[in-house]
């Protein structure tokens, strides 16, 4: 709320007070997400609307009735839920005293989940406990292109904020699977955005290191730690250490684990996960940070950063099956945007999906990937941080000049519901005739 309403943060000066209004919109959402056939719907809890103090002195009864409601009226729409606690929404006094970089934030984020097991876990059987916490600490206290918009260089603002996020979670963790697993049954784990690394010359060693150092700083920054030996890689731990002391520091701006943290990070997942959207190609620099370049030859979206890579979901779907022992993947995040005059045949979104969900059929079925679910991002024209309306993800159009806001079908919206009602791909003239059917309608 404070960030949005900060002049120059958001395009347009767009602010996510209304938005989609879902807040009074339950029974539309749910009937959207029943014509598309899906069988589970992932969103998240404002912190904020529970606890707008950050603490437990005060519980908001409206905010929670409001979750309470929408989970209720997806279970009777046999609808799983998978609820994201923290997707960047974090009550203002918090922020406050420091946010993400004063380490108390880890117990009252572990107060704030208990709330929640407590009020929400006989019903909620699948929680993530972070949304892309790489985002969180980057571009929040890094670049400062989200909130809470800080950046100061040299940077060790995100490495803090990074290391508390970690710590947080695996206290979370720790807190359902000792007190609620037992008697509520669920899944709890963490969602972690990465790009993938592509060599530029797949024959060339330092493109390769490249890449992989590049993959390391991403993807490895949250996933090693939890699900690998519960602390940083090594290529991050070297290289970052390196630049601390070229910048004249007298340590790394990587803070360390200690022993004990280490035994409570390490493991503390359900299964891994995954927010993917694109691929990079990497160019070795001489030991120095790789350079980072995109290919010409690939298809554009409506978002700068985001390129048609289908081949790139494969290849991140394997590398996280080798590198952290195989273990069960949720894709939590996958879609493609748009941006300008508003086109209903959204051919290209078709295209996307159709693309990419083959090239996880063939991570499951070719590379033995353990890929248990597969969540698209996203139901209908959102609020996009920083870009505001401006990038378009719906399968559902948002007429947000219209005061009450409807809902209106891409042809994707079809063609996904398709692929959900075959449980794969239809023949392709079933596929034609059924967006001809839906326009003729
Ligand atoms: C960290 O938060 C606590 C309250 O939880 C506050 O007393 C303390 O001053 C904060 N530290 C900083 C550096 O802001
Ligand atoms: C999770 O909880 C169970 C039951 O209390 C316990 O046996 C197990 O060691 C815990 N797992 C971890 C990694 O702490
Ligand atoms: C590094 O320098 C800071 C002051 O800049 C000091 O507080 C800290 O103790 C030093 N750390 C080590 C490991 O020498
Ligand atoms: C949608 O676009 C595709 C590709 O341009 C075209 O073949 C198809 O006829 C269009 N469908 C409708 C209903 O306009
Ligand atoms: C959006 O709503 C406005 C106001 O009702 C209407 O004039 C406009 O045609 C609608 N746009 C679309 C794309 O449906």
């Known amino acids: 709320d404070q960030f949005s309403h900060t002049p120059l943060k958001i395009s347009n000066d767009d602010t996510g007070d209304v938005a989609c209004d879902s807040y009074h919109k339950i029974e539309e959402d749910v009937e959207m997400l029943k014509s598309l056939k899906v069988s589970h719907y992932r969103f998240s809890i404002s912190w904020s609307r529970i606890l707008p103090d950050g603490t437990t002195s005060y519980i908001n009864e409206m905010g929670l009735n409001y979750y309470e409601r929408l989970i209720d009226a997806l279970l009777a729409a046999n609808i799983m839920p998978q609820v994201t606690l923290y997707h960047w929404d974090l009550p203002q006094a918090l922020q406050n005293v420091g946010g993400w970089e004063n380490d108390t934030i880890i117990q009252r984020f572990k107060e704030y989940a208990e709330v929640l097991f407590q009020r929400l876990g006989d019903k909620v059987k699948f929680w993530i406990t972070l949304n892309e916490p790489y985002n969180t600490a980057y571009c929040g206290y890094g670049v400062g292109t989200a909130a809470p918009g800080i950046s100061v260089r040299p940077g060790r603002a995100p490495y803090v904020v990074g290391h508390n996020l970690i710590r947080a979670h695996a206290e979370v963790w720790h807190l359902y699977n000792e007190t609620y697993r037992a008697k509520q049954g669920g899944l709890i784990s963490i969602t972690i955005n990465s790009d993938w690394a592509e060599p530029r010359n797949p024959h060339n060693q330092e493109d390769i290191d490249a890449a992989r150092q590049y993959l390391q700083f991403f993807l490895g920054w949250f996933a090693h730690p939890i699900f690998k030996n519960g602390d940083y890689n090594e290529v991050m731990k070297t290289r970052i250490r390196e630049r601390s002391l070229a910048q004249g520091l007298n340590q790394s701006r990587l803070p360390e684990f200690t022993e004990s943290e280490k035994q409570r990070i390490k493991g503390t997942y359900d299964y891994f996960g995954l927010n993917h959207y694109t691929t990079c190609k990497l160019i070795g620099n001489k030991g120095k940070t790789g350079i980072l370049i995109t290919d010409r030859s690939w298809l554009n979206s409506g978002s700068f950063w985001l390129k048609v890579t289908p081949f790139g979901f494969r290849k991140i779907l394997r590398w996280i099956k080798e590198e952290y022992n195989n273990p069960p993947i949720y894709v939590t995040e996958n879609g493609i945007s748009e941006r300008g005059a508003l086109d209903l045949n959204d051919t290209w979104r078709m295209h996307y999906y159709r693309s ?49 806001l409807p809902r209106c079908p891409k042809a994707s919206a079809r063609y996904y519901s398709q692929i959900i009602n075959c449980n794969g791909f239809p023949d392709p003239p079933l596929e034609m005739l059924f967006c001809h059917l839906h326009f003729l309608n």
């Open 356 to 404: 990419y969900v083959n090239e996880a059929l063939k991570a499951v079925v070719l590379d033995g990937v353990d890929l248990r679910g597969y969540t698209a991002w996203t139901l209908m024209d959102n609020f996009e941080w920083a870009v505001g309306f401006d990038e378009r993800f719906g399968f559902y159009h948002v007429n947000l000049t219209d005061p009450n």
